[in-house]
T-cell receptor, first 110, second 111 residues
């Protein structure tokens, strides 16, 4: 079965302290890996789609990378407004559903 | 452009009751998916519909059902509510490139 594991579960950073979030996945034929940001009580906000190993996408202070087994979300010089839960999801070639990880809760301290 | 809309925002029901949640996708999107998210967990897939046809079903009991209308809006129905059905119910519409965009969710509380 397709599976996603995210680590760490929670991360506290000082403002400006760069770090990375990990998403390890097992999928039968990757159709896409997706990163989302979710604020408390709200729906996930789409950030990136990655389709193949070696691909990279960037948006402001965020950069997502993909290998055959995992994806990283790098956060450069984070600000307090980057505090949120970051979710990773995969879609395999055996169905249409997305499989989500449990997320990484990021807190950026001023 | 308007994003995905869901109604109601919040809902409180009693065990055994029935609930209907509604979703309107982004204009031009023909596929809608439903997810359940309990506190501290990632969204769990319930259903996907495309052009009014069910294209996927997650591991949920038959108490859960859904349908999609000709205008691509969708309803999720849950019968015989249990306390464990309390969750944030999310609707997502899919772009032609298979990216899913989520609505704000409906917070269901079963007492």
């Amino acid at each position: 079965e397709d599976q996603v594991t995210q680590s760490p579960e929670a991360l506290r950073l000082q403002e400006g302290e760069s770090s990375s979030l990990n998403c390890s996945y097992t999928v039968s034929g990757l159709r896409g890996l997706f990163w989302y940001r979710q604020d408390p009580g709200k729906g996930p906000e789409f950030l990136f789609t990655l389709y193949s190993a070696g691909e990279e996408k960037e948006k402001e202070r965020l950069k997502a990378t993909l290998t055959k087994k995992e994806s990283f979300l790098h956060i450069t010089a984070p600000k307090p407004e980057d505090s949120a839960t970051y979710l990773c999801a995969v879609q395999g070639n055996t169905g249409n559903q997305f499989y989500f990880g449990t997320g990484t809760s990021l807190t950026v301290i001023p | 452009d308007a994003g995905v809309t869901q109604s109601p925002t919040h809902l409180i029901k009693t065990r055994g009751q029935h609930v209907t949640l509604r979703c309107s996708p982004i204009s031009g999107h023909k596929s809608v998916s439903w997810y359940q998210q309990v506190l501290g967990q990632g969204p769990q897939f319930i259903f996907q519909y495309y052009e009014k046809e069910e294209r996927g079903r997650g591991n949920f009991p038959d108490r859960f059902s859904a349908r999609q209308f000709p205008n691509y809006s969708s309803e999720l129905n849950v019968n015989a509510l249990l306390l464990g059905d309390s969750a944030l119910y999310l609707c997502a519409s899919s772009s032609p490139w298979n990216e899913q965009y989520f609505g704000p969710g409906t917070r269901l509380t079963v007492t």
